[in-house]
């Protein structure tokens, strides 16, 4: 395979490595942590769904604790502060929404954008990721699918009363993950991960959620371009 002779070794013990996976370890593992408490908030706000939403939390803080051993695998200690800032400004828009009960805000902020980042990233990680953390990135993006599935489902049953709370929840945290995708860039590199490919997978997966829940070709083209642009 022409892509993987051209691609450099990677070396998981380097320091160069190392340094870049305490970051990006960080990111992974405090958006986990938020991710279950954003369910338990989720599960909270909507009661028929309580026990689903709690089981999603319960992954999430599965998934926590599978990249926390990725870290220790690799003596790497993850940079919490770093992740911490590194979430703050979308935590705070889904803190806000969650006040409001502004549910669909919410599950536009943790089930797609949120969700549709980490497929991107776990996608894009796994086929570069030392054994150890495949395997674990492996069983946590099939459940990520799922997670997004729920918001989608939900989005598109209320489809019509929040059609405009949806596109202004994208037009205001979108452009924020796309500073995130940037902020990292280097560090992805280093781990084998490119920027163009994470790009297209989350605007492959997104798209393709706002196609299901019901939005239309030129709606997500819209949306998408809202999104680059702030
Ligand atoms: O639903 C989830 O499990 C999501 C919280 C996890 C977010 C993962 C964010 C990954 C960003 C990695 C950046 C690599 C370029
Ligand atoms: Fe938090
Ligand atoms: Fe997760
Ligand atoms: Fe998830």
């Not at 806000?96 to 669909?104: R, T, V």
């Amino acid at each position: 395979m022409p892509q993987l002779e051209a691609a450099p070794a990677l070396d998981f013990q380097s320091e160069t490595y190392k340094d870049a996976y305490s970051r990006i370890n960080a990111i992974v593992i405090e958006g986990e942590d938020e991710a279950t408490s954003n369910y338990v908030k989720l599960a909270e706000l909507l009661p028929d769904s309580h026990d689903e939403l709690i089981a999603l939390s319960k992954m999430e803080n599965r998934h926590k604790k599978g990249f926390q051993a990725c870290g220790r695998n690799l003596k790497v200690t993850p940079d919490m502060e770093f992740a911490r800032e590194y979430f703050a400004k979308l935590h705070e828009n889904f803190q806000k929404a969650a006040e409001q009960g502004q549910i669909a805000t919410c599950l536009v902020i943790q089930a797609l954008i949120i969700e549709c980042f980490a497929i991107a990233a776990y996608n894009i990680y796994i086929p570069v990721a030392d054994p150890f953390a495949r395997k674990i990135t492996e069983g946590v993006v099939k459940d990520e699918y799922s997670h997004l599935n729920y918001g989608q489902e939900w989005l598109k049953a209320h489809f019509e009363e929040n059609k405009a709370e949806i596109e202004q929840a994208n037009r205001e945290n979108l452009p924020l993950v796309w500073k995130m995708l940037n902020q990292v860039e280097r560090d992805a590199a280093t781990l084998g991960m490119e920027k163009d490919a994470l790009v297209e997978d989350f605007m492959i997966a997104y798209g393709e959620a706002l196609g299901e829940i019901g939005f239309s070709t030129r709606d997500i083209m819209k949306m998408s371009a809202y999104g680059l642009i702030g």
